[in-house]
């Protein structure tokens, strides 16, 4: 899809929530200026951080539930921008991508600016067996490979969520790894291996 | 290691200011931190029977409180008016963030006595400003005379005045701000604490909507936090918790905060006040 289209498609989603909004949207403007101005740049954390992006605006304007048929769309547009690698190899190295899934570093403003992050998984999720200490804000993925089969199409999914999970549930809680250029595209093919491959603890 | 060293850093402060006879529960081997955190309830208790190292901040800001101080030589109990008259403190920080109509504002504790150290005594904003919380060796005054101020409140019910229209507005706004979804993660306060039973690994994530949620999330603080042994106030915690959020950095005594600690001890409404906190 071209970046018009892209725009006219966001113009028109906001159109019509604009028409659904209500009294709340005085006080969200009231929070949303009084924001702007309370929020200052530190370390890599820019103030500019403070404002929406089209996708965070939708999802704010709706409570996280946007009608299915603007959030179909939309998330079709994600998945539009997700870019798969060129060699057409998914599944990376699963030890590497443990180390990935442990690590939560990255982007706030006390840690150095720049490239690898981690990729906060186990923050949210469960994921290997031998790592107790799991969030439970996201789903398990114990066993992922395991029960969804480590098919291509699977392997591709699964690179796709987590370069751009607001592909498939456009207000997921979770980031859009790739597409914000958070996590490179090795490290993403090692979180698939993580999944899926069926020598990883996960798949055990 | 750094757990062992804090446990032993405290357990000297309380033999000075408590005589402690028991010693602290033993470390914990790594990796169990179930065990470490049961470890760390335990030993809460302890430290809250025989003396949080938390008062000792609270017998300094009372000092503080009470001296003439400051550019203009005033005492902040001869001048500052918490909402409840003059130099009263019992009972004030339950009751706020309240309206203020010499500031025409909104104002949380922390930043009510701020106002009041910059009208009453003269200091400057942006001094206080500079440094806001503590560090290494290092204990802002107003961090000591929240301390002061939160414990007069010990054992009494949160009672934000929502009836007044200001304070409700500012709840509003701040019940928008909790929700509202930005920078590179698209996170928001909601996105850990806005369901019942989530975590980020162990850490259990209080829902802020909900009366238990907010309490437990407004309990415990201003408090005493091991980890680098420093007196540690709600302000602080709320700008840790944006800059998780991969947040900019909120101005500090902002709108914003007060906002955000209106919303959530409002939320809190009733439930009592348990006084100074032990954070790990």
């Known amino acids: 899809m071209n970046n018009i289209s892209r725009i006219s498609l ?27 101005q309370d929020f200052v740049t530190k370390g890599q ?56 899934a442990q690590s ?88 698939v291996g993580l999944l899926m491959d069926p020598e990883s603890p996960v798949n055990k | 290691m750094k757990y062992r060293i804090a446990m032993a850093a405290i357990l000297a402060l309380t033999m000075q200011a408590a005589s402690a006879q028991d010693k602290p529960a033993a470390a914990v081997p790594a990796g169990q931190k179930d065990a470490t955190t049961l470890e760390f309830e335990k030993f809460r208790t302890q430290m809250e029977q025989e003396g949080n190292p938390a008062e000792l901040f609270e017998l300094q800001g009372e000092e503080f409180w009470k001296a003439k101080r400051g550019p203009k030589n005033v005492a902040l109990t001869a001048s500052c008016d ?51 919380f503590a560090g290494d060796n290092y204990t802002p005054e107003q961090t000591s005379l929240v301390t002061y101020v939160a414990a ?42 806005g369901a019942d039973g989530k975590r980020i690994r162990m850490q259990n994530l209080p829902n802020l909507g909900t009366p238990q949620g907010a309490l437990s999330a407004v309990l415990g603080w201003p408090g005493y936090r091991m980890t680098g042994s420093v007196m540690l106030t709600h302000q602080w915690r709320m700008s840790d918790c944006f800059r998780q959020q991969r947040f900019p950095q909120p101005k500090y005594a902002s709108d914003t905060i007060t906002a955000l600690l209106t919303y959530m001890t409002a939320n809190a409404n009733g439930h009592m006040y348990k006084g100074l906190g032990i954070k790990r």
Not at chain 1, 28 to 36: H, P
Not at chain 1, 152 to 170: C, D, G, P, R, T
């Open chain 1, 45 to 100: 954390a820019s103030a500019d951080r403070i404002s929406e992006d089209g996708l965070q605006a939708i999802c704010n304007r709706t409570g996280n539930k946007p009608p299915p048929e603007i959030a179909h769309r939309l998330e079709a547009d994600q998945l539009a921008g997700v870019k798969l690698p060129a060699d057409g190899k998914l599944l990376g190295d699963w030890k590497s991508g443990e180390q990935i």
């Open chain 2, 82 to 132: 918490l909402g409840l008259g003059v130099g009263v403190v019992k009972g004030a920080y339950v009751q706020m963030p309240r309206y203020f109509a010499d500031a025409g504002k909104v104002m949380d504790a922390e930043r009510r006595i701020v106002w009041c150290m910059v009208e009453k005594q003269g200091y400057k904003f942006d001094d206080l400003a500079r440094r806001p």
């Open chain 2, 152 to 193: 007069q409140s010990a054992n009494m019910k949160f009672a934000v005045p929502l009836k007044d229209p200001h304070v409700r507005e500012v709840y509003e706004i701040g019940k928008e701000v909790v929700a509202y979804r930005a920078g590179p993660y698209d996170f928001s306060c909601n996105t850990c604490h």
């Open chain 1, 104 to 191: 939560g570093r990255g982007f706030t403003w006390t840690d150095a600016p720049g490239l690898p992050v981690g990729g906060n998984c186990y923050n949210c999720h469960q994921i290997a067996p031998k790592e107790t200490s799991f969030g439970t804000v996201g789903p398990s993925l114990f066993q992922f490979g395991k029960l969804r089969g480590n098919t291509a199409e699977m392997q591709k999914y699964v690179y796709s969520k987590i370069y751009n999970a607001k592909s498939f549930n456009l207000c997921s809680a979770m980031p859009r790894f790739g597409h914000i250029g958070a996590l490179t595209e090795k490290q993403i093919k090692d979180l």
């Open chain 1, 10 to 36: 966001l113009a028109a989603a906001l159109l019509t929530l604009v028409a659904a909004a209500h009294a709340d949207g005085d006080y969200r403007a009231q929070a949303l200026s009084m924001m702007k």
